[in-house]
């Protein structure tokens, strides 16, 4: 089945360091992915959504400017926390939908940043 | 917006059954998916309805009635292995965007 690769699975840093985060779609192609965060013992939530070939789409209160997200190929973006600080520490996961918005969104394993 | 309801905890024995509902208001709706999550994991898939009805796959069933924005999980024959999150994800169109519930907590005993 699909497979949604993610790397690194635990980041630790001190406070200022910029993060980068990678997402690949293994078997399938992906014009969108998608990046979560989620904070211990709350639900997932929704940063942005990354396009291919353009400029990735950021939900309401997330800092464009701070999370950086790049979509350069069919199988791979990536999510860079850029000065970074103790209270973007959390768990940090992308998703990817196999075909034309078809098919369920895969997941990665998930980052864990902890920031020092 | 989206809003999702979702019982917070439910606990259960080895072999029971457990029926996890979800409601949902929600500005633009395509499909439904249940997710589950363990501890410190990402969300695994099990289940998408789009159409109102039963979809059973193994253990574990979904039911949608879009009428009623409400949908169930159905976990059969419980494992301790089952102990988890559960996610009640519902998507938009056209964006294919999922909102997340809370999640319920199921908790299996011996």
């Known amino acids: 089945g699909a497979v949604v690769s993610q790397h690194p699975s635990w980041v630790i840093c001190k406070s200022g360091t910029s993060v980068k985060i990678e997402c690949r779609s293994l078997d399938f192609q992906a014009t969108t992915m998608f990046w979560y965060r989620q904070f211990p013992k709350q639900s997932l939530m929704l940063m942005a959504t990354?396009?291919?070939?353009?400029?990735?789409?950021?939900e309401q209160g997330v800092e464009k400017d701070k999370f950086l997200i790049n979509h350069a190929s069919l199988t791979l973006s990536t999510l860079t926390v850029t000065s970074a600080h103790p209270e973007d520490s959390s768990f940090y996961i992308c998703?990817?939908?196999?075909?034309?918005?078809?098919?369920?969104?895969?997941f990665g394993d998930g980052t864990r940043l902890s920031i020092l | 917006g989206q809003n999702i309801d979702q019982p917070t905890e439910m606990t259960a024995t080895e072999g029971a059954i457990v029926q996890i509902n979800c409601t949902y208001q929600?500005?633009?709706?395509?499909?439904l998916f249940w997710y589950q999550q363990h501890a410190g994991e990402a969300p695994t898939f099990l289940s998408y309805?789009?159409?109102?009805g039963l979809e059973e796959k193994g253990r574990f069933s979904s039911f949608l009635s879009r009428s009623k924005g409400y949908s169930y999980l159905l976990l059969k024959e419980l494992q301790m292995k089952d102990s988890a999150s559960y996610l009640c994800?519902?998507?938009?169109?056209?964006?294919?965007?999922?909102?997340f519930g809370a999640g319920t907590t199921v908790t299996v005993r011996a």
């Open positions: 998703s990817a939908r196999d075909g034309q918005g078809e098919g369920p969104q895969h």
């Open positions: 990354s396009n291919e070939g353009s400029k990735a789409t950021y």
């Open positions: 994800a519902p998507e938009k169109p056209n964006d294919y965007k999922l909102s």
């Open positions: 929600t500005s633009g709706f395509n499909g």
């Open positions: 309805n789009v159409l109102d």
